[in-house]
């Protein structure tokens, strides 16, 4: 079967104050304006193909809007269309957006809205298409500046109904799972066509939660250099640097200015693309272990936490 989303292409998440959000997204966190178009803000990281990542949305509550997946081509919209139609899932064709064609947009099982796209305006990342240097010489030097959008990590009240739907009818494949006392899935690494770890998780929770969204770093030792920065700034932290068991993934936990938990993650090794290697298994008993490798258990904020 071959991969037809390609990788999560942005999300957009609610702020309460788009001016305090913006100082903190592009000095802090070093992400590019792209546009402010009234409540909304457009941002990418510097390695960024597409138009944008991340959007901004000023609102009274802070937590996800929608997370999009991008196909590989442009008959995959077409494809999951259909699929949606085979197993009965309400959808709503969305003719175009910012800097993006069509799309179709829905709510899975666990509340939250998913879009799935495929055209949208390719400007390029911040380096010449010729000879480039590994990276730009005008970053912020002092903000953590990720080069890519990597994932997100999802609650669900049902997540073993959830992590059903996603590998079904989304065609994620799962790389890891913690599963219950019945052998039943209950949290899940989900992946696509990119050679890492995960594009989706999904562990327990309540309807539409979002639990965190994920900037790559490229090594340990950018991860340590953005806990520099994010104490330099007085950023509250919420874990980390630290290890994760599922994965093999260094990361840390931290929150924006509004609650949105957001983690710099990288450094994994494990995951080279190996058709038919099975998932891994981890129990409830092990899943603290798995998520906090050093702690060798949860963290008290993990499953209470989030937006």
Not at 72 to 100: A, G, H, M, T
Not at 146 to 168: N, V
Not at 238 to 265: A, K, L, M, Q, V
């Amino acid at each position: 079967m071959p991969f037809r989303i390609s990788r999560l292409g942005y999300v957009e998440v609610r702020v309460l104050d788009l001016d305090d959000a913006l100082d903190f997204y592009t000095n802090v966190l070093g992400l590019q304006l792209v546009e402010r178009a009234g409540k909304k803000a457009y941002l990418k990281t510097w390695d960024e193909q597409l138009a944008y990542s991340v959007i901004l949305t000023e609102s009274d509550s802070a937590g996800m809007v929608r997370a999009a997946w991008r196909t590989v081509d442009p008959e995959d919209v077409d494809y999951f269309e259909r699929k949606l139609r085979q197993y009965e899932v309400q959808y709503q064709v969305i003719p175009e957006d910012y800097k993006r064609g069509k799309a179709i947009s829905f709510k899975t099982p666990s509340g939250h809205t998913f879009e799935i796209f495929y055209e949208i305006e390719i400007p390029g990342n911040m380096l010449p298409k010729e000879s480039p240097d590994p990276w730009p010489r005008d970053l912020k030097f002092d903000a953590i500046n990720p080069p890519k959008i990597d994932h997100t990590l999802i609650t669900a009240p049902d997540p073993t109904k959830m992590i059903r739907f996603c590998e079904e009818v989304l065609e994620f494949r799962a790389t890891e799972y913690v599963v219950n006392s019945e052998g039943q899935p209950i949290a899940a690494w989900l992946y696509q066509a990119r050679q890492q770890p995960h594009d989706l998780a999904i562990v327990p929770g309540r309807e539409a939660g979002m639990h965190h969204f994920a900037f790559h770093i490229s090594s340990a030792q950018d991860i340590f250099r953005a806990a520099d920065i994010m104490v330099m700034n007085d950023v509250k932290i919420d874990w980390g640097p630290g290890r994760h068991g599922i994965t093999r993934g260094s990361g840390i936990y931290f929150f924006d200015p509004f609650g949105n938990r957001i983690e710099t993650f990288g450094g994994y090794t494990a995951y080279l693309f190996d058709p038919g290697a099975k998932p891994i298994t981890w129990t409830e008993e092990t899943m603290g272990k798995g998520v906090f490798y050093y702690e060798r258990k949860l963290v008290e904020t993990f499953l209470t936490v989030y937006t």
